[in-house]
């Protein structure tokens, strides 16, 4: 007994050490594929020494004599940090995924190749002549450094685990990404059918409280920060009213499965590259800072992504020098500063995109009705491949209006809709919009580069070394019909419903160094007065509610310093959140006394709460459970499920919903089997849903009901997707604070219910020009996508708990003890 005993012991020991000696092995081989970051590089590709400087935070610093040698170090050093993430993200814009992923993303290559974004990044690189030769000189040297990696250094892991090896980077993999920018910015093709969807079950009247005119509960507008009296402004043209809108499409009925079956592959390729989703900005003059200085804040919010969406390097060459955010696979910064100027961004949120319900002739698949008569189309073939099965051909329908975007949809059988989209009508040099935006030298100079951008719509920010503010809404407007809704999906065949043309940029709305010393951007609308000949802009602006606090808390002080600004934004506060709750307590408590005593402490948490969304609040756990739950009594019995999913998903249930507890007015609905209930019944009831579910979900005692409990954050990388390598690839899940509205965006997805973050700020600055080493910034996780790296993770505690670190911008900074140092040296 005691020999058997002493082998299963040995055995054991002899096991625990194998595995042990397996996994050190397996770290070490990991370890190994880690880029080479210490130490010199010989390589003919660069014609002097080249410095790539990482500092504590894995930032690299370039210093190099020449320009192409600063943009083949970026490309190599992109490529070390983030290449799978360029991978996926070039697949995705170009439709190849399915090559190394399979079928079961075929759709979204399909969608993808539908929007043609390669095909027109492959008309605008066709057109070589009209493009900054410098742009394509250092774009070029980008993509050497990119394609040496790949030639000469390990791969990270994650091709290893999906058993394939990365083809050389191209011009036209760089550019197709910047279209998928514009895509992620284009509200109108995930929105614009939704209404259509949606009329065979509500009354006109009904519509219009659940989409209701923008201003009507969203008063404050980047050229108006203290917001505008209601009869201050009206609609120029009409074309805010939906109900005169109607004539634009007929039998919305056929479109009942366009806005499910497209959205379903917008979430499955949001899942490989995440879409913007809004952002805040804010530039303050000189007068409004403690230092004398003009000041920017910025932080982007983007879907989570893991590696983040912003790789941040610094460049310096003679003649040059940015510290910037970089799209990885793009060598020219879309956020940056320098020691002269500043610049952020922001969705415009205008409305650049429609869809069209077109009309094949029935015998003649080839032509199409357009202004009353049949037009020949256009068709493109794509091949697509798929690994592990043959290749899957495609052809993409041309209209007059653009690519029709249905045909690949399963099950759809209604109208087919095409797109219409400024992207593909109008000249867009993206590449020399960014590239002239970093060498711009004074304000009239920026302001002419962004002044060519025609999609996708952006409120840019800036902030210079002389005290100069400005704020430009970049982006063509199109100039539609007065009857013609932004919201639905029109009439392809009749003419009526065409755009006549497009505003120039110079009556777009802009500001440069106005009297009050501070502009605000939230994605909100840009302005309450009306622009001839479009009236009121119209689009997918977001509440205002972000831009109305952030006014409030800026106007609290004369004299703002770095330390204050990081407070406001990292502001939980729901700015109408107060004045909703208490129009549910007003409701609530005439029936307190029936309450049971889960319900009474529920009351009793909502009434003390102030409107904060931080990780401690119950009161504010139960105002969300509770007017999710209110929107769902008045709208799900009229809509269904997985209608009110994809309402709640989309911006307008929050205007919805204030006015609802403003006015009382409740939805009557189509169906006559649906018996009516008054406001306060539906209040009352969505608040006992809420306890009841509050109580299921998280137990009978309120005290542990606090947010950040319910409201989580994990960052998870592709190949984290899949258990158990979460375990090795993801980052947290942490309970986060704020939610939509807060100024500390930090967002789930209503509709999905589930309270887990979707979308976040993507980085947070805090810039003065004059001041480099009073700058700050923070990134979600960290600066590198190679798990292993010390830079992967580093920063996201200090980004969930609202830290910040200094910006190292000057030599003696990030030339410390703690920098690791690669030199690239001529062979």
């Known amino acids: 007994m005691k020999q058997m005993f002493r082998l299963f012991k040995f055995l054991f020991l002899a096991l625990f050490v194998i595995t042990i000696l397996l996994a050190g092995g397996a770290w070490i081989y990991l370890d190994r594929r880690l880029p080479m970051i210490d130490g010199t590089l010989k390589t003919a590709k660069v014609s002097g020494k080249t410095q790539i400087i990482r500092d504590q ?158 201003t009507k509960y969203n008063r404050v507008t980047v050229m108006e920060p203290q917001g505008v009296p209601e009869q201050a402004s009206s609609p120029a043209n009409g074309n805010t009213d939906l109900k005169h809108a109607l004539a634009s499409v007929a039998a919305p009925g056929r479109f009942k499965d366009f806005f499910t079956s497209y959205q379903a592959v917008l979430d499955k390729a949001a899942q490989i590259s995440p879409p913007f989703t809004g952002s805040n900005s804010w530039v303050l003059a000189p007068s409004k800072s403690a230092s004398g200085h003009a000041l920017l804040a910025n932080d982007p919010h983007i879907g989570i992504a893991n590696p983040g969406v912003w790789y941040e390097a610094h460049l310096k060459y003679p003649g040059y020098e940015n510290y910037g955010y970089h799209l990885p696979l793009l060598p020219f910064p879309m956020l940056a500063h320098n020691k002269t100027k500043a610049w952020a961004i922001t969705m415009f949120e205008n409305d650049d995109l429609d869809l069209y319900a077109e009309t094949f002739h029935p015998q003649d698949p080839g032509r199409v009705k357009f202004k009353g008569k049949w037009v020949r189309i256009q068709t493109i073939e794509e091949t697509i491949g798929v690994k592990g099965g043959k290749n899957v051909s495609l052809t993409i329908r041309v209209t007059p ?46 302001r002419t580069a962004v002044s060519r951008l025609a999609a996708p719509g952006l409120n840019i920010s800036y902030a210079d070394h002389e005290g100069n503010i400005g704020w430009w809404a970049a982006g063509r407007l199109p100039i539609r019909p007065a009857h013609v809704s932004g919201k639905k999906i029109h009439d392809g065949s009749s003419g009526r419903d065409e755009y006549s043309g497009y505003l120039p940029f110079d009556r777009n709305p802009q500001m440069e160094n106005p009297e009050n010393g501070m502009i605000i951007t939230a994605n909100n609308l840009s302005t309450m007065v009306p622009i001839e000949p479009i009236g009121i802009l119209t689009g997918y602006f977001r509440p205002s509610d972000r831009a109305a606090r952030i006014y409030e808390l800026l106007s609290r002080k004369e004299k703002w310093d770095m330390e204050g600004l990081k407070t406001v934004q990292t502001d939980s506060r729901l700015f109408s959140g107060p004045m909703m709750s208490q129009a549910i307590l007003r409701v609530l408590a005439p029936e307190k006394e029936k309450f049971t005593d889960l319900q009474a402490q529920a009351f009793n948490a909502l009434r003390a709460w102030d409107g904060f969304m931080e990780t401690g609040t119950t009161g504010g756990s139960v105002f969300q459970f509770t007017t999710y739950h209110i929107i769902k ?123 887990r973050v979707a979308s976040l700020p993507s980085t947070r600055r805090l810039i003065d020009c004059n001041d480099p080493r009073n700058s700050w910034s923070i990134l979600p996780t960290g600066n590198s996508g190679n798990f292993r790296s010390p830079f992967y993770d580093n920063q996201a505690r200090m980004f969930i708990t609202g830290q910040y670190r200094k910006i190292l911008f000057e030599e003696n900074d990030f030339k410390t003890g703690k920098a690791r140092v690669l030199t690239l040296v001529p062979e």
């Open 633 to 755: 009594e008045a709208l799900e019995p009229h809509i269904g499920p997985d209608n009110l999913k994809s309402y709640l998903n989309q911006v307008d249930h929050w205007s919805f919903l204030k006015g609802f507890l403003n006015s009382g007015l409740t939805i009557k609905g189509k169906n006559p089997a649906v018996s009516p209930r008054s406001a306060q019944t539906l209040i009352l009831d969505g608040f006992k849903a809420a306890v009841a579910e509050l109580s299921a979900r998280h137990g009978s005692d309120p005290a542990k009901w606090t947010w950040g409990s319910i409201h989580t954050v994990e960052f998870e990388h592709p190949i984290g997707k899949k258990k158990p390598l979460n375990l090795l690839f993801n980052v947290g899940p942490f309970p986060s604070p704020a939610e939509f509205t807060s100024v500390n965006k930090l967002k789930s997805k209503t509709g999905n219910h589930d309270y």
């Open 57 to 214: 935070w894995g930032v690299p610093h370039i210093l190099a004599d020449k320009g192409i040698d600063a943009y083949f170090a970026l490309g190599f050093t992109q490529a070390q940090d983030r290449l799978f993430q360029m991978e996926l993200q070039r697949r995705l814009a170009k439709g190849e995924l399915a090559e190394i992923l399979g079928p079961k993303v075929l759709d979204v290559d399909k969608k993808f190749r539908s929007l043609l974004l390669k095909h027109r990044s492959r008309e605008y690189l066709a057109q070589a002549d009209r493009i900054n030769p410098d742009a394509l000189k250092f774009l070029d040297a980008f993509l050497d450094g990119v394609n040496y990696f790949i030639a000469t250094e390990p791969l990270p892991v994650e091709f290893t685990l999906m058993g394939f090896s990365p083809r050389p980077f191209t011009r036209l993999d760089s550019v197709s990404t910047l279209g998928y920018v514009a895509y992620s910015f284009a509200d109108g093709i995930k929105r614009d059918s939704l209404y259509t969807i949606l009329e065979p079950y509500l009354t006109r009247e009904d519509l219009d409280l659940i989409f209701p005119d923008y």
């Open 401 to 446: 209006h653009g690519p029709v975007i249905s045909d690949f949809l399963k099950g759809y059988t209604g109208n087919p809709v095409a797109v219409s989209w400024v992207y593909h009508k109008l000249d867009n040099p993206m590449i020399d919009v960014v590239f002239d935006m970093g060498r711009a030298d004074n304000m009239a100079d920026f």
